[in-house]
């Protein structure tokens, strides 16, 4: 004997029901569920462990030029050069003492961008400053050429030491 | 004296305006340009007559420094630089007509080493300012101060008379 009668659940019953149960009632507006936030959390495994290949090792890489990186290179260190001469410029113009003037933080500066240059890449530069506007670049292009390389007569004033130190320039190439 | 436009020696020589940003006293008509920049020759030189070498205690023909002087840039040996020359120290801060004046500036922060040497030939005050140009000054406060390029305060003053 059936205790409870067995609910029918055809497909226009269920469709009847649903519009009654969603029927929106007066003074009650439909509302709309907004999605619940999901975090999605997703990984990407790269496997980086494995050497990267030599350039010579992959013929396509070969084909691929290293120009711009060292052209970013070599305008920061250009720009560098630039701001630490005007400010060397700029601080000591009125300074009385040769020897307080090469003191200075950006000339030491100067001197030290060497390390990060190309060959004689800071002594070009020194050397073309000194042909634009002559100052005392004297001892830092002593320092990066060498005691051996001086190029001025004990006795030259400061006309002869800029003429000498440009005539070397041309000499070693590094002046046109 | 001065630089003459077009030689080796000329550096680029900054304007007006730029050059009493430096030395704030400066304007109003109180001074002058007389020369071009030139990294040449430098106050103390320019003081004792010489245009052509910078003077300082250092090796080098670019430099000088009086063979029988005390080889340091104390307000000490550049007092005898002048006293050497037959200048006599004075108290007198004005131009006095017919006297050469030599006035030697200190920085406030070291007042042994010497910063700036102005002169007057009696009829105004004259510098050469580092590397800088040479000017023509009203007085010697127009460059006492500690502010921007200033050269401190006047820690001597010496005369002789003009032959």
């Known amino acids: 004997m059936l205790l409870h009668k067995p609910t029918r659940y055809g497909r226009a019953r269920t469709r009847r029901r649903s519009a009654k149960l969603h029927k929106p009632q007066e003074g009650h507006p439909i509302r709309r569920l907004e999605p619940l936030p999901v975090a999605v959390n997703v990984q990407v495994f790269i496997a980086d462990i494995a050497p990267l290949p030599t350039r010579g090792a992959v013929p396509a890489l070969r084909q691929i030029p290293l120009v711009d990186s060292q052209r970013d290179k070599q305008e920061k260190l250009r720009y560098s050069f630039r701001e630490h001469v005007e400010r060397w410029k700029n601080d000591t113009q009125h300074w009385s003492s040769v020897a307080k003037m090469i003191a200075h933080p950006s000339y030491l500066r100067i001197v030290g961008l060497a390390g990060q240059a190309g060959a004689n890449e800071i002594e070009r530069w020194l050397l073309q400053e000194l042909q634009a506007e002559p100052d005392y670049w004297f001892d830092a292009l002593n320092a990066l050429a060498g005691e051996d390389e001086d190029p001025v007569p004990p006795l030259d004033d400061f006309d002869g030491a800029v003429n000498a130190w440009l005539a070397w320039g041309h000499r070693k190439g590094l002046l046109e | ?163």
């Not at chain 2, 070498?53 to 430099?63: A, I, S």
């Not at chain 2, 550049?78 to 006297?99: K, L, M, P």
């Open chain 2, 1 to 163: 004296m001065g630089a003459p436009e077009g030689i080796a020696g000329v550096v680029r020589t900054i304007t007006p305006i730029e050059l009493e940003a430096r030395f704030p006293k400066l304007g109003g008509g109180n001074y002058k340009r007389a020369s071009q920049a030139t990294a040449r020759y430098n106050c103390l030189a320019f003081a004792c007559g010489d245009d052509r070498r910078w003077w300082e205690p250092r090796p080098g023909g670019r430099f000088y420094w009086p063979p029988d002087a005390q080889r340091d840039t104390s307000l000490a040996a550049v007092t005898r630089i002048f006293t050497a020359d037959g200048y006599s120290e004075t108290e007198d801060r004005n131009i006095e007509s017919g006297y050469l004046k030599a006035a030697i500036y200190v920085e406030l922060e070291d007042l042994d080493t010497y910063s700036h040497v102005a002169l007057s030939d009696g009829l105004v005050w004259k510098s050469k300012l580092g590397k800088g140009q040479d000017i023509e000054h009203a007085s010697l406060d127009l460059l006492e101060g500690n502010q921007k390029d200033e050269y401190g305060i006047v820690a001597a003053i010496l005369r002789k008379a003009i032959q």
